[in-house]
């Protein structure tokens, strides 16, 4: 079975011939195949472990500490997402480079630009933790549950408050009118409505926070944590929003242990590169359909992992952020904002 590994690196896939196997075999298959040495890996079910800053907030995860214990024990079948935290360094294959600027070769001033212009992986959001409160998240996705079956995608625009330790509340989710495929969101914003909700959100002491959107079934049978589609569309609203806490929410259904299906919650920053690279015209946004979605094209070659490169993995965008949930006092407003178009 196949089974995706996210670390600090991105995601990346192993395989294991056994359905029937250990956390302790898991361990060796990553090893031999991802060259990270068993001794030096964390694994866990939780993907707070890549948030974890010291060797003391690593073990604390310990819910695949027993080398024992069987995959399927935990729920982990074909397709599951396990998280990697690991000491050390490694090399990791990365996508297809084009090299440039070869000897002979005359160095034009973009070759020039594109060699200070280099990706790297931003390890701290901006903001502490995003907080859901559970009527406004129960909401948004008992509609898209129950009503569209995640057959097609749906998006929201997420209002509530940033306190001083930069820590994110979500109250209420503004859908604004749209049109969602199994691949595309398309927002039909009309500027007249969201004036107004923004206008309701100032008078309740909230803004606007972030934007929150649904991956159908179909997406989640391939191998990627957000399109690149769906990459270029957060950071056009991460960069329009001029708030550095802004956050990105997916939601999605997860096979559980017994082959039914769970609705499950990721949040994420756009990394300040990613929001850059838009801004300036780095992104090639004219999508094909021979477009692997996993990865981003660029218009002129960037710098990944000391290569040039005009594709990068999505991973490299995406900065996790800890989701936590609360209950406001007034669900009774929050239920008559929640705006369904």
């Known amino acids: 079975m196949m ?5 600090r690196d991105g995601l990346e896939r192993v395989t294991v011939e056994n359905p029937h196997s250990t956390v302790s075999q898991l361990k060796s298959v990553i090893e031999s195949q991802l060259r990270v040495p068993l001794a030096n890996q964390t694994l866990s079910t939780n993907q707070n472990l890549l948030l974890a800053k010291t060797r003391d907030d690593v073990s604390r995860f310990t819910d695949m500490s027993n080398p024992q214990t069987l995959l399927s024990s935990l729920g982990i079948a074909h397709g599951s997402v396990i998280y990697l935290a690991y000491e050390g360094e ?19 001033m973009d070759d020039l630009i594109a060699k200070q212009m280099r990706i790297t992986r931003q390890e701290t959001p901006h903001c502490e933790s995003v907080s859901f409160d559970r009527d406004a998240a129960n909401a948004f996705q008992h509609y898209v549950n129950d009503s569209l079956a995640f057959a097609v995608k749906r998006g929201g625009f997420m209002y509530g408050t940033v306190s001083s330790d930069r820590k994110v509340e979500v109250d209420f989710i503004y859908e604004p009118p749209q049109q969602g495929t199994e691949e595309n969101l398309l927002l039909l914003r009309d500027t007249d409505e969201e004036n107004l909700v923004d206008a309701i959100a100032v008078g309740l002491g909230m803004r606007k926070v972030g934007f929150i959107f649904t991956q159908t079934v179909s997406q989640n049978k391939k191998d990627y944590t957000l399109s690149n589609s769906e990459v270029i569309q957060a950071a056009e609203l991460h960069g329009e929003s001029g708030l ?6 997916v939601v999605k259904l997860e096979v559980n242990e017994d082959e039914g299906a769970d609705v499950h919650f990721e949040a994420f ?27 981003s094209r660029m218009k002129k070659d960037v710098v990944v ?37």
């Open 3 to 7: 089974i995706r590994i996210r670390s």
């Open 244 to 249: 550095k806490e802004w956050v990105t929410a």
């Open 269 to 295: 920053q756009m990394s300040d590169m990613c929001v850059r690279l838009l801004k300036e015209g780095w992104f090639d946004t004219e999508l094909r359909e021979d477009d692997d979605p996993k990865l």
């Open 305 to 341: 992992g000391g290569k040039d490169t005009k594709e990068v993995d999505n991973d490299f965008f995406l900065v996790v952020v800890k989701i936590l949930d609360h209950q406001v006092s007034l669900i009774y407003l929050c239920s008559f904002l929640y705006v369904v178009v």
């Open 90 to 108: 490694r090399t990791v294959a990365g996508p297809r480079f084009h090299p440039a600027g070869s000897f002979g070769r005359k160095m034009t």
